[in-house]
């Protein structure tokens, strides 16, 4: 049974986390620290006084309860999800997937413009149906029992746009996790996949690079890879040991969270706020800390890692369905060769834009809703 849903907070919950950001025993850091060593103390000093004092949660919360939620249970597990119905008589059903350290907080800007078009000067032809879940584990969505990765989660997905919905066919796109999950639906689910619009390159070809183009594409991602593995490696490995801290510092997982924001979006000088404002930096944050999932969100590095990591298909298969790239400029997972996505992708749409990092939906908001529509006019 699908369900409606408000986003209520409790003011006891919102208390106790802000007499323990209030409480936080501030400590040392060399003073030409900058961010080289993680999240910035000074920074993070400015970001928990703001957040005591300036930062307005049920703001936010009436912000994202503009959008219709509901809950279902889907295949045992209890999956949380914005549906927002397009305008005009033939909007696509589109499903978007956020990741880690995101969640549907990332999407806000993007919701209803892909929806209503028209009400921002944009053609009716070419709305969608929005449907935003939040991952299982993260936010609001139910906490499965033991990890599950990417894969799993597409045919949760799957599930809830054929079964709980009752689409047929509708169109997936994601970045970070949700690239991977996009993926997965379209290798795994089509006919009803009908097309996947990814903002990251995720999947890896089981016999590696061809040629001295993506030969060297793959040793410098390696490379620019070995100051960023620490925390995959953790969460893929050992995340309950994670989550003791975590879970009983919301300072410790704000700067956990920051310190990925900072360093893969499209910053100018560690200015993070030329890219993100601390009402959403820390409405991304409250997400987590509000519904207690700092824990089982991290248990997607570890369920990948059961399901055979990066790896789509060890045969030599791709995914046919059609397939549209946009490539931010400053994403930390770097694009290879197009010679490369193409042996995994079917693709039919390749954008190289001119700013943005990994947080496209909300770096590059506008870029990357024209470019969802004018990959979506193939299929429509």
């Known amino acids: 049974m699908i369900e409606p849903f408000r986003i209520e907070v409790p003011q006891t919950t919102l208390d106790q986390l802000y007499d323990k950001i209030a409480n936080f025993p501030w400590h040392e850091m060399p003073d030409d620290g900058g961010w080289r060593y993680g999240t910035n103390l000074d920074y993070m000093q400015r970001l928990c006084d703001y957040w005591i004092n300036g930062f307005d ?75 935003a879940p939040s991952l299982p584990g993260f936010g609001f969505s139910g906490k499965p029992p033991r990890p599950i990765g990417p894969r799993r989660m597409a045919s949760l997905f799957n599930t809830l746009m054929t079964q709980k919905l009752g689409y047929t066919a509708y169109m997936a796109q994601g970045g970070d996790w949700g690239g991977a999950i996009s993926s997965w639906l379209g290798f795994e689910h089509a006919p009803h996949c009908i097309g996947i619009h990814i903002n990251i390159l995720t999947m890896r070809h089981p016999h590696g690079p061809q040629g001295p183009e993506e030969t060297a594409w793959a040793e410098k991602f390696d490379q620019d890879q070995l100051e960023q593995d620490g925390y995959r490696t953790i969460q893929a490995t050992k995340p309950q040991t994670l989550s003791y801290a975590m879970m009983d510092s919301p300072v410790g997982v704000a700067a956990w969270i920051v310190e990925k924001f900072n360093a893969w979006s499209d910053t100018h000088g560690d200015d993070i706020e030329r890219v993100h404002s601390k009402d959403d930096l820390l409405t991304n944050i409250m997400i987590y800390l509000v519904t207690r999932t700092f824990n089982t969100a991290s248990w997607i590095y570890y369920g990948r890692r059961e399901e055979g990591g990066r790896l789509m298909s060890d045969e030599d298969r791709r995914v046919e369905v059609p397939t549209g790239a946009a490539l931010f400029p400053a994403e930390m997972l770097a694009w290879p060769p197009r010679s490369y996505v193409e042996r995994l992708y079917n693709i039919t749409h390749w954008r190289e834009m001119p700013r943005g990092g990994h947080f496209g939906a909300m770096e590059q908001p506008e870029l990357l809703i024209e470019d969802i529509r004018a990959f979506a006019r193939q299929l429509r």
């Open 57 to 131: 949660w049920r703001t936010q919360e009436r912000d994202l309860n503009r959008f219709a939620h509901f809950t279902c249970d889907t295949e045992g597990l209890k999956l949380h999800f914005i549906h927002e119905k397009g305008s005009g008589p033939h909007p696509i059903p589109l499903i978007i997937s956020h990741g880690w350290p995101g969640s549907i907080a990332e999407f806000k800007n993007i919701i209803e413009p892909l929806a209503h078009p028209e009400r921002s000067g944009g053609d009716i032809a070419d709305a969608f149906d929005i449907i």
